[in-house]
């Protein structure tokens, strides 16, 4: 029986790894984390009966405790909250399905206590991979990407020699809005932003999805998994989301990974790698399909993929300058008080404004993403 965890257990990771847990009898929820859903972490518990839960609201938690009082279950919340769930002890794996730089701690903390990590959670690599790696390997810890594209690089790395990688192929479905000028885009609205053509994700990452900032943070999330340099990091275009990723290697052979747009298939593979289980669901017809297609980015119009590489080269505390600044933007994008293609504006101002910190402490990494949100407040007199 293994026994998961799982950081934002009502959000698209989740409620997808949920998904999988009534399917596969040999699975065991102990703990969950979520943020204020109290309707529907309360539905989970009832159904999953895991031992710790939390919300980070405590006014949420309170209201949760009172709701499943008839039940067996520790109610927490805030920061000890997500620790606690995190390191539940009779937990094998977590799944950090969260969205945010508030997941680092909570995954060095399972780290510290032997979980292996199924890795959904892209921000902890991003700003601590220099920190995380390391402590992953000193400590015996497996990390296995839950990001359809990491999974595929993962999957095509098997068996391989790292010293024979020539290059990673980066995967981008190009988003909603895939071939537009930036004058179309000056226009476009939140609405249309969430409209993504294959992937169900949260808003957040939907948002990200259509800026090409995601594909810019996984770009530097690779970088730490898979131990490479930005420049064997190539982006490819790739409309169908057929070809989740693939590597490139010395003698030049291309091996990948396909198959539908589905999330629960890579953190499937995650919770029961090197297995792979039976999955029901459509397939990949070839035939069908006709024709894959593949372009470059286009960096000029999309420039959050330009700066997320601009940062990843730079490092050190860059990154999380970065992804603060990302966030902040896609939250005032979503409030409809900038457009769209302030975004990247104002990543690159954050970045510009930046004082960097060559080798950040966990400390220092969550001081400058305070520091990152509050140059952004400044400049809209938030």
């Not at 600044?325 to 690159?348: D, G, T, Y």
């Amino acid at each position: 029986m293994k026994k998961i965890g799982i950081l934002g257990s009502t959000g698209s990771i989740g409620t997808q790894t949920l998904e999988i847990v009534r399917k596969e009898k040999d699975l065991q929820v102990v703990s969950l984390a979520a943020n204020s859903n109290v309707e529907l972490m309360e539905a989970q518990i009832r159904e999953f009966l895991p031992k710790t839960a939390a919300l980070w609201e405590e006014v949420a938690a309170a209201d949760l405790r009172e709701r499943v009082r008839d039940l067996p279950v520790r109610i927490v919340s805030g920061m000890d909250g997500l620790l606690e769930v995190a390191t539940e002890q009779e937990m094998n794996t977590l799944v950090t399905g969260i969205v945010g730089m508030i997941g680092i701690r909570p995954t060095i903390a399972a780290i510290e206590a032997g979980k292996h990590i199924a890795l959904a959670n892209k921000e902890t690599l991003v700003t601590a991979g220099h920190i995380i790696m390391p402590f992953a390997r000193e400590m015996k810890v497996s990390i296995l990407p839950v990001d359809s594209e990491h999974s595929a690089i993962f999957q095509a790395l098997h068996g391989e020699k790292r010293s024979q990688v020539e290059k990673i192929l980066l995967t981008a479905s190009g988003g909603p809005f895939r071939g537009k000028t930036r004058e179309e885009l000056a226009d476009m609205t939140a609405e249309e932003a969430l409209k993504h053509p294959n992937w169900n994700m949260g808003p957040k990452v939907t948002i990200d999805s259509a800026s090409l900032c995601n594909k810019g943070l996984e770009v530097m999330e690779a970088k730490w998994l898979f131990d490479v340099d930005f420049s064997q990091i190539e982006v490819v275009v790739h409309p169908q989301s057929i070809l989740h990723s693939a590597v490139q290697f010395a003698d030049g052979a291309i091996v990948g990974q396909m198959g539908v747009p589905d999330m629960k298939l890579p953190i499937q593979y995650a919770l029961f790698y090197p297995d792979r289980r039976p999955m029901k669901g459509d397939r990949v017809d070839l035939c069908k399909l006709g024709s894959l297609t593949f372009e470059k980015p286009d960096t000029e119009t999309f420039r959050g993929l330009a700066l997320a590489y601009e940062a990843g080269k730079r490092g050190g505390s860059m990154p999380t300058v970065f992804n603060a600044a990302n966030e902040r933007a896609v939250a005032l994008f979503l409030q409809k008080k900038i457009q769209f293609l302030q975004i990247p504006e104002l990543i690159q101002a954050a970045m510009e404004s930046h004082s960097y910190v060559e080798s950040p402490t966990v400390e220092e990494i969550l001081a400058v993403e305070a520091q990152t949100h509050e140059f952004i407040r400044r400049m809209f007199g938030e």
